[in-house]
């Protein structure tokens, strides 16, 4: 189990930490697994996949590295990390959407004025 405080690992038994001296939560030393590995956090991944691939590339592999913190986060029992690291691949796969879109719509208008210009 991990101390919320200073994210030590302990013994599951363990009622204060072993670095800082917290005391650990009863629910986490109740069973041999903690509630932390039951927790589901959606990562994101699949947005961040698709903002690479379609939007923007350098803010979609932003994303993804977000995304792929999520899940070795929640095994480690740090579901508030791992629900920053969820918002945080949300938040840039949308930034890369919006990148994307902009890009698509300065093109276009950059096309459609020197169609204009030449003809």
Known sequence: MY???CAQPNVDSALTCSRCG???P???????STPA???????NLVWAILATLFCCLPTGIVAIVYAAQVDSKVSAGDVA???QSARNAATWSWV???LGLLFILLYFGL??????LSG
């Open 96 to 98: 890369s959407l919006g």
């Open 81 to 83: 990390g791992a629900r």
């Open 22 to 24: 917290a005391s650990l």
């Open 111 to 116: 096309v459609a004025f020197s169609i204009g």
């Open 26 to 32: 009863t629910q986490m030393y109740a069973s041999s």
């Open 3 to 5: 101390c919320p405080n």
């Open 37 to 43: 590995a039951y927790e589901k956090v959606d990562n």
